[in-house]
């Protein structure tokens, strides 16, 4: 191994085996110059190439592992996620996910059916009983008779688009039925898809 001094430029032949890769305290004989020389780097062997790679490879993994768990709660969230920013709702249905309200998380309250002559005004509200926000469901309602005939169907959407966590919607109709029968109401919360 060649090594020059820094100071005077004299060139000296040295046993590399002498000099540690940290490096070696020299003196110039010569001008008496003291610098640390290092060793020549020893080319890199299959193995550290290969640990190198595999470093390379578990980062990579990684980052693949951290966007598909990511990737997949947007994807099993969306329902929750549009309710709070719902100009995402026309990306997911492009894509071909649909969004529809989570009917486990609301529930019909305060059922209030009164007569008047013919006319049956049926008032109530929709409540989210989750702790996120939900989107509103269309609600059925039916009126059946006495003998279970089903006198009158229909699909009537809440006062509001998004239910926010453990508040309610309102919903009112007013139907009108020829005679004085004893009727039944049902109202049940439909899955259908949300648009916007």
Known sequence: MLLTCPHCATIFRVDGKLISMQGQSVRCSMCHHIWTATSISMPATDLSVAQNRLKSLW???????LAAALLSSVILHRGSITAYAPFLINGFNAIGLTIRPALSQLQVVRL?????GDTMRLSGGLRNIGMWR?????????????DGAVLHEITLSPDHDIINAKAESGFFV???????????????????????
């Open 112 to 116: 209030n059916a009164s007569y008047t």
């Open 174 to 196: 007013q139907l009108a039925f020829a005679g004085d029968t004893e009727m039944q109401v049902t109202v049940t919360p439909l899955a259908n898809r949300v648009y916007r």
């Open 134 to 146: 939900n989107h509103a469901a269309d609600l059925r309602v039916t009126v059946r008779g006495a």
């Open 59 to 65: 980062k990579t993994f990684f980052a693949v592992l």
